[in-house]
Every structure is written in structure tokens, then in C-alpha cells.
């Protein structure tokens, strides 16, 4: 998922009811319904321009289509 704050963009990952960083392998996560602290998973340097956090949307993408794949 993308998040937006003005004109940074960051990417976290949604599940299992827990949102979790996905800049730099940080993986602490919070609960999904603690949205409004995501301070606590997100510090200034995971705040990117919109390129870069499409990139960085990609590669996380791709992690799980190859996990998906290797599962089957």
C-alpha cells in the first residue's frame, strides 16, 4: 500500500491486521487500527519521492508473486 503525506510517499505492507514498513527491511509492525501512529514503523529516510516508492512498492510486489509461485 501506498501512503502519502504531502509530496513523500511511503509503502507498507497490510497484514494480518498489522502494517508493516517495507523500506530497509524494517519489520516491527502495528496494529492496523493504530494507523495514526505510524511514526513508530516510519522514520524521515522511509518519506521518498513518488519514483522511488513505486520502486520500492515493485520490489515488494514481486517478493510475494515469487513466494506465491514457489508455494504452488
Known amino acids: 500500500m501506498h501512503v502519502t503525506c504531502e509530496n513523500r510517499f511511503t509503502v507498507l505492507e497490510r497484514r494480518n491486521g498489522r502494517l508493516y514498513n517495507c523500506h530497509d527491511e524494517k519489520r516491527e509492525g502495528i496494529p492496523l487500527e493504530r494507523f495514526s501512529s505510524i511514526s513508530e514503523i516510519v522514520d524521515d529516510s522511509d518519506w521518498v519521492d513518488e519514483p522511488n516508492a513505486q ?12 513466494l506465491a509461485e514457489h508455494m504452488r
Request: aromatic share 16%.
Open 55 to 66: 520502486a520500492a512498492f515493485d520490489e515488494a510486489a514481486a517478493r510475494w508473486t515469487d
